[in-house]
């Protein structure tokens, strides 16, 4: 198959070739795929390593198989195959050109692929290791690439801090230590049983950017290369209800045979999303009147599985899920008039569902603005033709308000990395 690139790939191809590793920021839908591959067939290394998400290994391959026919294919989730590509790593041929792809969660308890020397390291989504505390965050570190190729739409969930691990694959070495003196603010709580350091703001956030961009850094939004259509936010107000109220007095409270107890911090916010979203009578109601106003496509994001059992109840009409034991879009692909269930984690990134030009947000993801963003860009995406909608179903006066509030300043910090200037 014939590869044609459109010409902001070819913009961002050309720009990237100066540097030895380089972070292609664009947005979602802007085919960094593409790019990301066409930067890995540029440094022409005969060992190549691809970390993603375990639902993109099959488009990978797909994609290597399909674009660059003379380069050898290997899925390291099977054993045979990794034992075939660490082979190949022993004896390097510039006349033949290897690609293992592996997930995150997988690379870990593969500890050989350690020993990998002289290769390009390409990782799809490279917000995966913004903790370099995490196994996955540890074991990309101690990797030793020739060249690094980092894709992400989202590269920080809205915390500058988060951008460390990403530059020190790009080569900057600065220490984690003095990264925080430079370029944010934070205290130390002792409430922990020991000093945590929470990050409170960040400063000298210009230069930061700008080593950003020295090191191979590229940012741009989709709106800026192609013509999309509108985007139109509506908040749809729940009350908050009674059982809310009881409970913020008491952290204590029992609905239909389920305890709601406070007995600590973690299971005190829990609560009292669940409170907001799936025994919220009112929002479920409102839920409701939405999807039955329309015989267009909706997609509805939701977060716990309680949520998505009294939705569906409420739901008459074809349905389709991606969550995290089920995805099946049959309805979504077939039936015009389809609700689609989709849980944050499972379905927020890389999928297409531009089909549908309105979306349902009955809960939202608590801090994470990687999940918040990345699921509206499911619609509003190259392909879309039509006005996207967006509907927050927002419960007044509760925990929901003090969320989306977060999500809004997070989101804030990121554009910050897609400004025109930068």
């Known amino acids: 198959m014939e590869l044609k690139l459109f010409p902001h790939q070819t913009e961002a191809v050309n720009y990237l070739k100066q540097f030895k590793n380089c972070l292609i920021g664009d947005d979602m839908g802007l085919g960094k795929t593409f790019t990301g591959a066409e930067m890995l067939n540029y440094y022409h290394n005969s060992i190549n390593l691809v ?7 099959i488009d990978w391959v797909y994609h290597f198989q399909n674009y660059y026919n003379d380069y050898e294919v290997y899925k390291l989730t099977d054993k045979n195959e990794l034992t075939i590509f660490l082979g190949n ?12 792809i592996i997930n995150y969660d997988l690379l870990i308890r593969r500890s050989e692929l350690l020993n990998l020397t002289n290769f390009t390291l390409l ?10 505390h995490s196994q996955r965050g540890k074991f990309i ?17 809205g915390k500058f801090e988060e951008l ?10 600065i220490s984690r230590e003095l990264f925080d003196r430079q370029y944010t603010e934070y205290k130390y709580d002792n409430s922990y049983g020991f000093p945590k350091k929470i990050f409170v703001g960040y400063k000298n956030k ?38 809310y109220k009881l409970y913020s007095k008491k952290r204590v409270l029992n609905i239909d045979g389920k305890d709601f107890i406070g007995d600590d911090s973690i299971n005190d916010r829990l609560n009292t999303r669940y409170l907001a979203g799936a025994y919220s009578n009112d929002k479920l109601t409102a839920y409701q009147d939405l999807i039955n106003s329309t015989d267009s496509r909706m997609i509805v994001f939701y977060n716990f599985n309680e949520e998505l059992l009294r939705l569906e109840s409420l739901t008459e009409k074809p349905k389709s ?9 049959t309805n979504y692909e077939n039936e015009e008039n389809s609700v689609t269930f989709v849980q944050y984690q499972a379905g927020s990134m890389g999928i297409n569902l531009q089909k549908a030009h309105q979306m ?29 909608f967006y509907y927050y179903l927002i419960m007044e006066n509760s925990i929901e308000e003090e969320i989306y509030k977060t999500l809004g300043v997070r989101k804030k910090n990121n554009l910050e990395l897609f400004r025109k200037e930068n």
Not at 51 to 57: A, G, L, R
Not at 89 to 100: A, K, Y
Not at 225 to 242: A, G, M, R, W
Request: hydrophobic share 35%; aromatic share 8%; with cysteine.
């Open 141 to 157: 570190l101690k990797m030793k690439p020739k060249n690094v190729i980092l894709l992400t739409g989202t590269p920080i969930n």
């Open 206 to 243: 210009e230069h930061l950017l700008k080593k950003l961009h020295s090191y191979g850094g590229v940012f741009r939004k989709t709106e800026e290369i192609f013509d999309l259509p509108n985007q139109i936010e509506k908040i749809v107000t729940i009350p908050i209800s009674k059982e």
């Open 360 to 388: 349902i947000f009955f809960t939202p993801p608590d801090g994470n603005s990687i999940y918040f963003e990345q699921a509206q860009k499911r619609i509003h995406r190259i392909g879309q033709e039509k006005t996207c």
């Open 89 to 100: 790593n022993l004896v390097q041929s510039n006349e033949c050109i290897t690609v293992g």
């Open 321 to 329: 899920y991606i969550n995290g034991s089920k995805k099946d879009l």
């Open 51 to 57: 970390v993603c998400q375990k639902s993109k290994i």
């Open 123 to 132: 990782l799809d989504e490279s917000s995966e290791i913004k903790n370099e």
């Open 164 to 173: 460390w691990s990403q530059l020190r694959l790009l080569g900057w070495t």
